[in-house]
């Protein structure tokens, strides 16, 4: 038998929605209403010409949701996705862990390479070296995560340090591995517990679903648990129809994404959820 759809909010860290009653209130209404979890993205320092507006308010990823873990109770936690290059991963590591525990265990922890070379550049981050940099800062989050001491690599040199305590969920929180090349679809087979997509229509949901499934059955074997998946759809007026069409594509988690960060515009998704899919077996 199929599992219900799980619907979540994205954008609580943007636009109007970042003043504090707005923010609180929003989390909690979101969360009564039945709403899955809230999502947040992961940009600090973007330039002119990016494809997100570089002047609209944006707050900083772990912070919103430190601070949306303290006024709501039971709706999950998500990033997606964190650009990790940017990061440094023994500090991370210990917000995540933190972040894990002030929450009750309700993180999910979206990773990503990034994609904007000015923000990545003021990270002192090149290009050529994010995927790289990607992969062993998540090997040392994990590693820290198992109380491991050491990790020699070519970023990140840990020698006798460990951290306590480890995150409330085990083995680690959930990490859901974002981007649509085959380097990211490799990575998510290969490491990751989910997948994170952006803008995807049902038939691309489908796509991007096979090509994780023959990845993952390559690098973890056939009996491998599967991928869960989260897509952000193009247009965040779903309907019921369109969410049946999602889960029968393999999507576990649709997160909508307002088209404006008004709060006017954030409110209307929340209504139309309300109304038509969350009563549908949220």
């Known amino acids: 038998m199929t599992a219900p759809m799980k619907y979540a909010l994205y954008a609580l860290h943007r636009g109007a929605n970042v003043q504090p009653d707005r923010l609180a209130g929003t989390a909690r209404r979101v969360e009564d209403l039945g709403f899955e979890s809230l999502w947040v993205g992961d940009h600090i320092a973007l330039p002119d010409d990016a494809p997100d507006s570089s002047t609209e308010p944006r707050l900083e990823a772990l912070t919103v949701l430190t601070y949306l873990a303290a006024v709501t109770e039971r709706v999950r936690l998500g990033v ?30 979206g990773i990503g390479v990034g994609y904007v070379e000015a923000e990545l550049a003021a990270f ?49 929180p959930p990490i859901v591995v974002g981007g649509h090349v085959r380097a990211a679809i490799e990575r998510a087979a290969r490491v990751g517990d989910g997948w994170f997509g952006w803008e995807l229509t049902p038939d691309q949901a489908g796509e991007a679903v096979a090509r994780l499934d023959e990845a993952r059955r390559r690098l973890r074997g056939a009996d491998a648990p599967r991928l869960e998946i989260t897509i952000t759809p193009p247009d965040p007026f779903v309907t019921p129809d369109d969410a049946r069409r999602y889960a029968e594509a393999g999507v576990d988690r649709l997160v909508l994404v307002p088209g404006e960060m008004t709060a006017a515009g954030t409110d209307a998704v929340i209504d139309h959820a309300a109304a038509h899919l969350l009563r549908h077996g949220a």
């Open 80 to 109: 997606g996705v964190l650009v990790l290059p940017q990061r440094q991963p023994v500090l991370l590591a210990k917000q995540l862990t933190s972040l894990d525990v002030l929450s009750g265990g309700r993180l999910v922890v």
């Open 124 to 172: 002192g981050v090149g290009r050529a070296d994010r995927a790289a940099m990607t992969d062993e800062h998540l090997d040392v989050v994990l590693g820290l995560w198992r109380h491991d001491r050491d990790h020699d690599g070519r970023f990140v040199s840990l020698h006798g340090v460990v951290q306590h305590p480890g995150p409330v969920q085990r083995p680690h």
